[in-house]
């Protein structure tokens, strides 16, 4: 397996103005994180709308990834049946790095028993690497290290852990319980703490657009220069600010960020979801040229 080491970007699925999975720009994307230093990618995961693509979709777009992205490509594979997942996780089998699995994120009164249940029918059946996804603002269950201890000594393919919770004690409790386990911190806002914490890094959703800041983060960190890597900080947190202000998802305002450094990058989005109004697409552009992109080629000077 390919060494997993933050940051870690869960990428957007590209659509053309039909709803058709658009590859050519989903390339063109995957050269960009590329040439940014990016060297691990999340496929078909919440930002990518796994929950607005068929299973069909959901292979081909791994399919495609693996073969344009050379780094380390973690699969989500999560639904609510264990069937399906187990489908999925065998497709991944032959395309990823790893796999990312939620609880049934229906069954928000599912009991832990019954979660062990769900979780053991699955990992049992691979050898792939496998990451528990704890996001209860959209599951309405909150994994617990009480849950994931006792798959832990089952399972030695129990790799870790990416925690959505948006906080970082909760995230800290898995290492603390586990410390062999790998934790990424799903909150752009504390990417750094993340790694001050001596946790192996950040999952990201925003910095998609500016990928620059979380790779020059660690950089920067691991050489010892925690001002640098604060600094990086501070740019990634001007652009979370501004685009938490925008009126829309940030699944639309990561593709509006992507459209202002890939000309072009199309920005529709499957619904439930809205794209971003041209007049508000726009704006992110001049956002990002005028007080971003300034501040990034600043840091990668200094």
């Not at 959901?58 to 490509?73: A, D, I, K, N, T």
């Not at 796999?99 to 979780?119: C, D, E, I, M, R």
């Not at 000594?153 to 062999?180: C, I, T, Y």
């Amino acid at each position: 397996m390919k060494e997993i080491e933050g940051p870690i970007f869960a990428i957007v699925t590209p659509f053309d103005r039909s709803g058709k999975i658009d590859f050519g720009s989903l390339g063109e994307y995957l050269a960009f994180l590329k040439e940014c230093g990016v060297q691990n990618i999340i496929v078909n995961g919440t930002m990518g709308e796994f929950a607005s693509l068929t299973f069909e979709e959901r292979r081909s777009v791994l399919e495609y990834c693996r073969s344009q992205f050379p780094g380390c490509v973690m699969a989500h594979i999560s639904a609510c049946a264990v069937k399906d997942c187990v489908m999925l996780l065998e497709h991944a089998s032959e395309y990823a790095d790893a796999a990312l699995v939620l609880p049934p994120y229906y069954y928000s009164n599912a009991t832990a028993a019954g979660l062990q249940t769900f979780f053991e029918s699955i990992i049992q059946r691979t050898t792939l690497p496998i990451y528990l996804y704890n996001f209860p603002a959209h599951t309405n269950i909150e994994l617990k290290p009480e849950l994931v201890t006792p798959l832990c000594k089952k399972f030695s393919r129990l790799r870790g852990v990416k925690d959505s919770s948006g906080n970082l004690d909760s995230a800290m409790q898995f290492k603390l319980a586990e410390p062999h386990l790998q934790i990424f911190l799903g909150s752009d806002y504390l990417a750094f703490s993340a790694l001050d914490n001596g946790l192996e890094g950040s999952v990201t959703a925003a910095g998609n657009a500016v990928p620059e800041c979380l790779v020059g983060m660690r950089k920067a960190f691991i050489a010892g220069r925690k001002d640098i890597a604060r600094e990086w900080q501070r740019i990634f947190d001007v652009w979370n600010a501004y685009q938490a202000r925008l009126d829309t998802s940030e699944i639309a305002a990561t593709k509006a960020g992507l459209r202002a450094r890939l000309d072009g990058f199309p920005v529709y989005v499957r619904p439930p979801l809205s794209a971003l109004a041209q007049e508000a697409v726009n704006s992110v552009r001049v956002h990002i040229a005028r007080e971003i992109m300034p501040a990034v080629s600043s840091a990668l000077a200094s």
